[in-house]
């Protein structure tokens, strides 16, 4: 069992210690009233940012990441770096046209920036170091851009991500669109882990094991929360939205007695949703699915990460409760069905030109390098493609454990595995995609944005460690 013994609750430093295992404040120092009695009513809800536009088709917020304290459970408060005053960040929450203007400041002690993962976006918004150099510390930057596409994106560093991620740096984007399901309930869920110490600080311990598997932790979060109770009304049709923002962790949610539905999947909605009773999302991934709770009022269900194997053994580790989910006093709902939603996701053109990819991990120079086509970053060579073409990225992952591959600024659709082909129909677009070991995928992505685009594995302490790379479209 990794996950430490810490009850429910989650509160920042400056609001008092709460110790009944039920107790679950949650509020920010300052919180009025009326917002503390609303977190208490649902420990997983994200803190919302005041919108200082009040045009309906504009969000502008401000923003900023600092040094914190924050307590994940009842145990002690643990220093980390926020945006705002919550871990995880705000939900910034829009619908597809809306311009959005971030007004960010660095407040920490070192260079950071913001990366919008999965958005489509003009390269000089995008916060990777490729396209804009750090902001230093003091300093502010407006990120500015028009949101193209329906989906569940998110937010964080692009400068030491597998240090700043780690430290609490990151939050959900949610953008609506059409046709989307009409449900009782609909969460978004972002999940983590991080490894405290005894004191109740993150530990920074990294040796060659822990930066090949990426920091693993040994406390499970979701919403920032240990030991999370996700609340549900039994019978009623609830929508989790997901985001793996997890160093290394690969989540494989199983919720016993149910299957997930799955209708969408990191760029939208997908054509033909698909049932699951595993849902494994890798680092960086996200996942959009429908269920109906079917328990008794008051019961409560394990929500358990099953072991997969991602290499090196990890497929024999114990199942781990990672949250429970828990039925609501309220009478059971019925004849809630799971829809199939469908929308038309239109096939990328096809490329004639191929852009090939070797994933490896070896030592260099007596240290332990993650590779690009045996290259570590900056020195992998740079791949230029002419504005408006597609390409096939060929990707071979020639290690013994899985990398999910994430490309900035475009979504990709996967065309097959090993030679298998892949159903495009449940796939949907993705910006990010388990190239498991040993594998070779292919994909495919019209660069239609020019400017100086990224491409890593998202396990950031293999990106950190040079598993990255630039692709230039002009
Ligand atoms: Cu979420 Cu370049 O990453
Ligand atoms: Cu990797």
Same mark, same amino acid.
């Given at each position: 069992?990794?996950?430490?013994?810490?009850?429910? +609750?989650r509160?920042?430093?400056?609001?008092?210690? @709460?110790m009944?295992? #039920? @107790?679950?404040?949650?509020?920010?120092?300052?919180?009025?009233?009326?917002?503390?009695?609303?977190?208490?009513?649902?420990?997983?809800?994200?803190a919302?940012? +005041?919108?200082?536009?009040p045009?309906?088709?504009v969000?502008?917020?401000?923003?900023?990441?600092?040094? /914190?304290?924050?307590?994940?459970?009842?145990?002690?408060?643990?220093?980390?770096?926020?945006?705002?005053?919550?871990?995880?960040?705000?939900l910034?929450?829009?619908?597809?046209?809306?311009r959005?203007i971030?007004?960010?400041?660095?407040?920490?002690?070192?260079?950071?920036? &913001?990366?919008?993962?999965?958005?489509?976006?003009?390269?000089?918004m995008?916060?990777?170091?490729?396209?804009?150099?750090?902001?230093?510390?003091?300093?502010?930057?407006?990120?500015?851009?028009?949101?193209k596409?329906?989906?569940?994106?998110?937010?964080?560093?692009?400068?030491?991500?597998?240090?700043?991620?780690?430290?609490?740096?990151?939050?959900?984007?949610?953008?609506?669109?059409?046709?989307?399901?009409v449900?009782?309930?609909?969460?978004?869920?972002?999940?983590?882990?991080v490894?405290?110490k005894?004191?109740?600080?993150?530990?920074?311990y990294?040796?060659?094991?822990?930066?090949?598997?990426?920091?693993?932790?040994?406390?499970?979060?979701?919403?920032?929360?240990?030991?999370?109770a996700?609340?549900?009304?039994?019978?009623?049709l609830?929508?989790?939205?997901?985001?793996? =923002?997890?160093?290394?962790?690969?989540?494989n949610?199983?919720?016993? /007695?149910?299957?997930?539905?799955?209708?969408?999947?990191?760029?939208?909605?997908?054509?033909?949703?698909?049932?699951?009773?595993?849902?494994?999302i890798?680092?960086?991934?996200?996942?959009?699915?429908?269920?109906?709770?079917?328990?008794?009022?008051?019961d409560?269900?394990?929500?358990?990460?099953?072991?997969?194997?991602?290499?090196?053994?990890?497929?024999n580790?114990?199942?781990v409760?990672?949250?429970?989910?828990?039925?609501?006093?309220?009478?059971?709902?019925?004849?809630?069905?799971?829809?199939?939603?469908?929308?038309?996701?239109?096939?990328i053109?096809?490329?004639? &030109?191929?852009? *090939?990819? =070797?994933?490896?991990?070896?030592?260099?120079n /007596?240290?332990?390098?993650?590779t690009?086509?045996?290259?570590?970053?900056?020195?992998?060579?740079?791949? #230029? =493609?002419?504005?408006?073409?597609?390409?096939?990225?060929?990707?071979?992952?020639?290690?013994?454990?899985?990398?999910?591959?994430?490309?900035?600024?475009?979504?990709?659709?996967?065309l097959?595995?090993?030679?298998?082909?892949? *159903?495009?129909?449940?796939?949907?677009?993705?910006?990010?995609?388990?190239? *498991?070991?040993?594998?070779?995928?292919?994909l495919? +992505?019209?660069?239609?944005?020019?400017?100086?685009?990224?491409?890593? @594995?998202?396990?950031?302490?293999?990106?950190?460690?040079?598993?990255?790379?630039?692709i230039?479209?002009?």
């Amino acid at each position: 069992m990794m996950n430490t013994p810490l009850a429910t +609750s989650r509160l920042l430093l400056l609001v008092a210690a @709460c110790m009944a295992v #039920s @107790c679950s404040n949650r509020e920010p120092a300052g919180a009025s009233p009326s917002d503390a009695a609303a977190a208490a009513a649902d420990p997983l809800a994200l803190a919302v940012p +005041s919108d200082l536009d009040p045009d309906p088709n504009v969000l502008h917020v401000r923003l900023e990441a600092k040094e /914190g304290s924050f307590r994940y459970s009842d145990g002690q408060a643990t220093p980390v770096w926020t945006f705002g005053e919550t871990i995880p960040g705000p939900l910034l929450d829009a619908k597809v046209g809306d311009r959005v203007i971030i007004d960010f400041t660095n407040r920490l002690p070192e260079p950071t920036t &913001i990366h919008w993962h999965g958005i489509r976006l003009p390269a000089a918004m995008d916060g990777s170091v490729a396209m804009q150099d750090p902001i230093p510390p003091g300093a502010s930057f407006r990120y500015e851009f028009t949101l193209k596409d329906a989906g569940l994106f998110w937010y964080h560093p692009h400068v030491r991500s597998d240090v700043q991620v780690q430290k609490g740096l990151y939050g959900a984007f949610r953008v609506r669109g059409a046709g989307e399901p009409v449900v009782d309930e609909e969460r978004v869920v972002v999940l983590d882990d991080v490894r405290l110490k005894d004191d109740g600080t993150l530990s920074e311990y990294l040796d060659d094991t822990t930066k090949m598997m990426g920091r693993e932790g040994n406390t499970f979060l979701l919403n920032g929360v240990a030991n999370a109770a996700l609340p549900v009304q039994a019978g009623s049709l609830v929508r989790l939205r997901l985001v793996n =923002v997890a160093n290394g962790r690969f989540f494989n949610l199983r919720l016993p /007695g149910h299957t997930w539905r799955v209708i969408g999947t990191d760029g939208g909605l997908i054509e033909q949703p698909y049932d699951t009773e595993k849902l494994l999302i890798s680092p960086g991934e996200r996942y959009d699915v429908l269920l109906v709770p079917t328990g008794a009022p008051g019961d409560s269900l394990d929500l358990v990460n099953e072991p997969y194997e991602r290499g090196h053994e990890t497929g024999n580790a114990p199942a781990v409760t990672v949250a429970r989910v828990v039925f609501r006093p309220d009478a059971a709902l019925t004849g809630r069905a799971l829809p199939s939603t469908t929308r038309t996701v239109p096939a990328i053109d096809a490329a004639s &030109i191929t852009i *090939p990819l =070797v994933l490896n991990e070896g030592v260099q120079n /007596g240290e332990l390098a993650f590779t690009v086509n045996g290259a570590v970053y900056p020195q992998v060579p740079m791949v #230029s =493609v002419p504005l408006g073409q597609s390409r096939l990225l060929d990707i071979t992952n020639e290690s013994e454990m899985d990398h999910p591959f994430h490309l900035h600024g475009f979504f990709f659709q996967a065309l097959e595995q090993n030679g298998v082909a892949l *159903p495009l129909a449940r796939m949907g677009n993705k910006d990010t995609i388990i190239v *498991p070991a040993k594998a070779r995928l292919k994909l495919v +992505s019209t660069f239609d944005e020019p400017g100086m685009w990224m491409y890593h @594995c998202h396990i950031l302490e293999h990106a950190e460690g040079g598993m990255m790379g630039e692709i230039h479209v002009e």
